[in-house]
């Protein structure tokens, strides 16, 4: 009887297996990226709902979100833009395509995201007619690496309804509390801008003193993660501030709110 116990036949085993194995996972992550996909966008409208507040046990997300209008703007001129086919629209291809973004200095990148695409996707929800909240992509460095989110406005785009990260690599127990919803409660009602327009809004170190003037612009941080902490506070004056959603916001708080074109 001839042996097994060659080295060409191991060799010859160990081969077939790998080719086997990788054949079953190329199919699989090839067969299942549709639905990771759906997964994906699934995820980021739940996202969407929440920081609006708009979650309901009884309706599914796919219901809820029917009632959300989907906008493309300009960035720069805080016009909305009609040009750019909506469900093509991807903020992570614009962002990263010359054309399509700009490259920012160090000065005005307090987020970090070292590109900001010329054009972003906002999420209008109306009632009966008006508009009731305008929900806004945000992003911006952590300690570990760019916070991806959503924040909620109400009709004045003044008052938080609130904030919620669907994508983040900080750490468990410290960083990661952003997730956590008695913090992300803290921010229900909190206030964006001075009486100048500037953003103040800011997450503090410590506990905000609840009877002091500048408590309404002001959020506990995060004990132990100051750095994700002022990630926060940095990425919302970069999206709220003029290098973000600023033109828009403040365009559409000149036009009639509940028009449906800037
Ligand atoms: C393993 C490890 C993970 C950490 N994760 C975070 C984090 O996710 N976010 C953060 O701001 N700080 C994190 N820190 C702490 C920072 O290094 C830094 O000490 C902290 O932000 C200072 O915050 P404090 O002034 O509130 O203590 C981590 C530290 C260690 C050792």
């Given at each position: 009887?001839?042996?097994?116990?060659?080295?060409?036949?191991?060799?010859?085993?160990s081969?077939?297996?790998?080719?086997?194995?990788?054949?079953?996972?190329?199919?699989?992550?090839?067969?299942?990226?549709?639905?990771?996909?759906?997964?994906?966008?699934?995820d980021?409208?739940?996202?969407?709902l929440?920081?609006?507040?708009?979650?309901?046990?009884?309706?599914s997300?796919?219901?809820?979100?029917?009632s959300?209008?989907?906008k493309?703007?300009?960035?720069?001129?805080?016009?909305?833009d009609?040009?750019?086919?909506?469900?093509?629209y991807?903020q992570?291809?614009?962002?990263?395509?010359?054309?399509?973004?700009?490259?920012?200095?160090?000065?005005?990148?307090?987020?970090?995201?070292?590109?900001?695409?010329?054009?972003?996707?906002?999420?209008?929800?109306?009632?009966?007619e008006?508009?009731?909240?305008?929900?806004?992509p945000?992003?911006?460095?952590?300690l570990?690496?760019?916070?991806?989110?959503?924040i909620?406005?109400?009709?004045?785009?003044?008052?938080?309804?609130?904030?919620?990260?669907?994508?983040?690599k900080?750490?468990?127990?410290?960083g990661?509390?952003?997730?956590?919803?008695?913090?992300?409660?803290?921010w229900?009602?909190k206030?964006?801008?001075?009486?100048?327009?500037?953003v103040?809004?800011?997450?503090?170190?410590?506990?905000v003193?609840?009877?002091?003037?500048s408590s309404l612009?002001?959020?506990?941080?995060?004990?132990?993660?100051?750095?994700?902490s002022?990630g926060?506070?940095?990425?919302l004056?970069?999206?709220?501030?003029?290098?973000?959603?600023g033109?828009?916001?403040?365009?559409?708080?000149?036009?009639n709110?509940?028009?449906?074109?800037?």
């Open positions: 009887m001839k042996s097994n116990n060659s080295i060409l036949k191991t060799i010859g085993v081969l077939v297996l790998c080719l086997v194995c990788s054949s079953v996972i190329s199919f699989a992550a090839v067969s299942l990226k549709e639905k990771q996909e759906a997964n994906v966008l699934r980021k409208q739940q996202t969407i929440a920081a609006a507040g708009l979650l309901k046990e009884q309706e997300v796919d219901q809820i979100f029917a959300i209008s989907e493309i703007i300009n960035l720069d001129t805080g016009d909305y009609f040009t750019i086919d909506l469900s093509s991807s992570k291809d614009y962002s990263k395509n010359e054309l399509t973004s700009k490259t920012l200095v160090p000065k005005e990148d307090i987020a970090v995201i070292k590109r900001r695409e010329n054009f972003a996707k906002v999420y209008l929800y109306y009632k009966d008006v508009l009731e909240a305008i929900i806004l945000v992003r911006g460095l952590g570990w690496g760019t916070l991806y989110g959503y909620a406005l109400e009709s004045d785009l003044q008052t938080i309804i609130g904030l919620e990260f669907y994508k983040h900080e750490t468990p127990g410290l990661a509390e952003v997730d956590n919803p008695k913090w992300k409660a803290l229900k009602g206030k964006v801008y001075d009486t100048n327009g500037e103040i809004l800011s997450v503090i170190k410590g506990q003193k609840r009877n002091s003037p612009y002001q959020v506990d941080g995060l004990s132990g993660a100051t750095i994700t002022k926060v506070t940095n990425l004056h970069f999206w709220l501030g003029e290098m973000g959603y033109p828009y916001l403040k365009k559409l708080k000149e036009s709110l509940g028009n449906s074109n800037v």
